[in-house]
């Protein structure tokens, strides 16, 4: 069974660097065909895609956050790393990392997700 | 980046009632390879997001056959036969065509 769980701070002040970390079990995140998404949703509001890594560790991430966004691996560990740069009030929010199926080119939908963990942004 | 639009955005259902919510993209999702790249999630109240349909039509695993999606290129919609009260939260389709994945706004379905 696939189980995913992010973990990071709770509180970060403006224009500090966030960094958050998915931790998987069940399955590797070398694994052909592995693809990872980080996803947000501010309170009350719906959700926003942020960023991906697949299998060959190519990155995408949102037009609008592409600047201040970075995803990794750490293999060592078996986790997908996202940084995140000059924090701002506006990205508090709960923060998801989700596993997506194998399926042609990241596809196959994101099947697994983590509880999320919750981020405030605040002096 | 493909922009996404569903309606409506509130839906209060009768129990045992069929429900329909349809999602609109700026480009069409149909792949090369013949698939939509079109998922439709639902968040249920405190929970995180769960995946009902990948690639336009495909339930995912686990998920209730009441629950079908449909549409190709441009026009999706998804349809729950008989709504039970366990079926109330937000849907989202999100777009997985480009790499740029994105969500739809989202409708907030709910018991009359």
């Known amino acids: 069974q696939v189980t995913v769980r992010e973990s990071g701070p709770a509180l970060v002040k403006p224009t500090q660097t966030l960094t958050l970390t998915c931790t998987f079990s069940?399955?590797?995140?070398?694994?052909?065909?592995?693809?990872v998404s980080w996803i947000r949703q501010p309170p009350g509001k719906a959700l926003e895609w942020l960023a991906l890594?697949?299998?060959?560790?190519?990155?995408y991430y949102s037009t609008s956050l592409k600047t201040r966004l970075t995803i990794s691996k750490d293999t060592s560990k078996n986790q997908v790393v996202l940084t995140m740069t000059n924090m701002d009030p506006v990205d508090t929010a709960t923060y998801y990392c989700?596993?997506?199926?194998?399926?042609?080119?990241?596809?196959?939908?994101?099947?697994?997700w983590g509880q999320g963990t919750t981020v405030t942004v605040s002096s | 980046d493909i922009v996404m639009t569903q309606s409506p955005l509130s839906l209060p259902v009768t129990p045992g009632e069929p429900a329909s919510i349809s999602c609109r993209s700026s480009?069409?999702?149909?792949?090369?390879?013949?698939?939509?790249?079109l998922d439709w999630y639902v968040q249920k109240p405190g929970q995180s997001p769960q995946l009902l349909i990948y690639?336009?039509?495909h339930r995912a695993s686990g998920v209730p056959d009441r629950f079908s999606g449909s549409g190709s290129g441009t026009d999706f919609t998804l349809k729950i036969s008989r709504v039970e009260a366990e079926d109330v939260g937000v849907y989202y389709c999100?777009?997985?065509?480009?790499?740029?994945?994105?969500f739809g706004p989202g409708t907030k379905l709910d018991i009359k």
């Open positions: 989700a596993r997506i199926s194998p399926g042609p080119g990241c596809s196959g939908g994101m099947d697994v």
């Open positions: 480009q069409s999702l149909l792949h090369d390879n013949g698939y939509n790249y």
């Open positions: 690639l336009g039509s």
């Open positions: 069940g399955v590797s995140v070398t694994t052909s065909g592995m693809c």
């Open positions: 999100m777009q997985a065509l480009q790499a740029t994945f994105t």
């Open positions: 890594i697949d299998w060959d560790e190519d990155t």
